[in-house]
């Protein structure tokens, strides 16, 4: 989703005032397509999924409002970043941002499968303190670390 819409900013981007607006409408129509599976999937199910019953929808909350005040501010300085650097500029720019996006969402996304899902789901009925480790468990196995050193590193 990201990398599909950075390369759909950048094509536009450099583009921007040589290309048919044809051309660009559906280069920016397809950029919306991987919207929905990159940002979209991060904001919404992925939040969903992953945190605890007990705190799911306050959770999803500040997720959803997180992704709400990201678009506010980059709303709220458009006007002045466009005068500064153009509209060719904001694209490209644009495009960058979203490969930081795509860099940040596979450093924070926790791995997780129907397995993980189901054991937070036992261990955090009463006690959501568990979750960050259960959910980054298989990093740290993959890593080759023991459970004494995983613990650490998540306290």
């Known amino acids: 989703?990201?990398?599909?819409?950075?390369?759909?900013l950048f094509?536009?981007?450099?583009?921007f005032g040589s290309s048919p607006?044809?051309?660009?409408?559906?280069?920016?129509?397809?950029?919306?397509?991987?919207?929905?599976?990159?940002?979209?999937a991060t904001t919404f199910i992925i939040p969903g999924e992953i945190f605890p019953t007990a705190v799911r929808a306050t959770c999803h909350g500040a997720s959803s409002a997180?992704?709400?005040?990201?678009?506010?501010?980059?709303?709220?300085f458009f006007p002045t970043v466009e005068r500064a650097i153009g509209y060719r500029g904001v694209l490209l720019l644009g495009g960058a941002l979203l490969l930081g996006g795509l860099?940040?969402?596979?450093?924070?996304?926790p791995p997780y499968d129907e397995e993980s899902l189901r054991r937070l789901d036992e261990e955090t009925k009463h006690d959501i303190a568990q979750t960050?480790?259960?959910l980054w468990e298989s990093t740290y196995d993959s890593m080759g670390s023991s459970e004494e050193e995983s613990d650490s590193v998540c306290e």
């Open 66 to 76: 997180a992704g709400k005040l990201g678009a506010f501010v980059g709303m709220y």
């Open 132 to 134: 960050t480790d259960i």
């Open 1 to 8: 989703g990201f990398l599909g819409m950075a390369i759909c």
């Open 11 to 15: 094509l536009v981007g450099v583009s």
């Open 103 to 109: 860099l940040l969402t596979l450093a924070f996304t």
């Open 21 to 40: 607006q044809f051309v660009l409408v559906v280069i920016f129509g397809l950029q919306k397509i991987f919207d929905s599976a990159g940002p979209g």
